[in-house]
């Protein structure tokens, strides 16, 4: 294992650097993963016609409506996976693989997937109790689907594994995270604008398309700055606190 001097302190303005070097160099080809995985959740949006299917009371409505609600996991757990690789070869000094990114989310498209909704149940868990328990598994557990892609751990140990990595830095990530919930509400403020339409808004298909291709494009681009993100993060606690060089993390995919 190749392992470079060892950075002093995790540095919140330097991964939020990394972030956006990472999606400024390779924005052609993480667009286009991005749009190719999130695809299927253009076209149930289509056929369904109208932003608010989950309270028409129809029985295509609730169908649909899940059928996008499962989707809005899947698609997104499949993409983290194809990012967070093609995001690690960057690093490495080499240009990411369109084809390469896309065998790796789907190959580890199943674990990925139940790591996601394993994190979801837990931070929804400690939100019900206490909404700081949810924020503590939110941080804590913030690089699982990194650990996961470039570590190949187990299911469990992958969560044991962020819980160990975030350790003495989770102030830091939490105010990354904050940061990038901003941005999201940022624009989902901005989509709302463009569209001029509102959830509540019923209608045909053509008077809901400029706002079925602005949430898709919304969700494309948040997919992405959130699987970057969290990629930055794993790569600068493995720095920090092992000294790991990007060769090490890139073997993991040879």
């Known amino acids: 294992m190749a392992i470079t001097d060892t950075v002093e302190n995790f540095q919140f303005g330097r991964v939020f ?8 160099r390779n924005a052609g080809i993480f667009l286009v993963a991005a749009a190719i995985v999130m695809l299927p959740v253009l076209l149930v949006s289509f056929y369904l016609g109208s932003p608010n299917y989950m309270v028409t ?7 649909f409506g899940l059928l996008s609600f499962v989707m809005a996991f899947v698609c997104p757990s499949l993409l983290q996976a194809a990012l967070v690789q093609a995001a690690i070869t960057d690093l490495n000094g080499q240009r990411p693989n369109l084809g390469q990114s896309l065998s790796t989310g789907f190959a580890l498209f199943l674990p990925v997937f139940g790591i996601t909704l394993a994190w979801l149940a837990g931070f929804l868990l400690g939100s019900v109790l206490l909404v700081v328990p949810g924020l503590i598994v939110m941080t804590a557990w913030s690089v ?14 992958t969560f044991g594994r962020s819980r160990a990595l975030t350790k003495g830095y989770r102030w830091q990530i939490f105010g990354l995270l904050v940061l990038y919930w901003v ?4 624009l989902s403020l901005l989509v709302t604008m463009l ?3 509102t ?8 008077g809901n398309i400029p706002y079925i291709i602005l949430q898709w494009v919304q969700s494309v681009v948040v997919s992405l700055i959130g699987s970057i993100g969290v990629t930055a993060i794993y790569y600068e606690l493995r720095t920090v606190k092992e000294g790991i060089a990007p060769e090490s993390l890139a073997a993991a995919f040879d």
């Not at 009371?57 to 169908?63: A, F, I, N, Q, V």
């Not at 892609?149 to 140990?157: D, L, M, N």
């Not at 959830?199 to 298909?205: E, N």
């Open 195 to 197: 569209s001029g339409l």
């Open 183 to 186: 941005a999201i509400v940022g």
């Open 57 to 63: 009371g129809t029985t295509k409505g609730w169908m």
């Open 199 to 206: 959830f509540l808004q019923a209608g045909t298909v053509s």
């Open 17 to 24: 650097s990394r972030t956006f070097g990472l999606v400024s």
């Open 144 to 157: 699982v689907i990194p650990v996961r892609v470039i570590e190949r751990t187990g299911f469990t140990a």
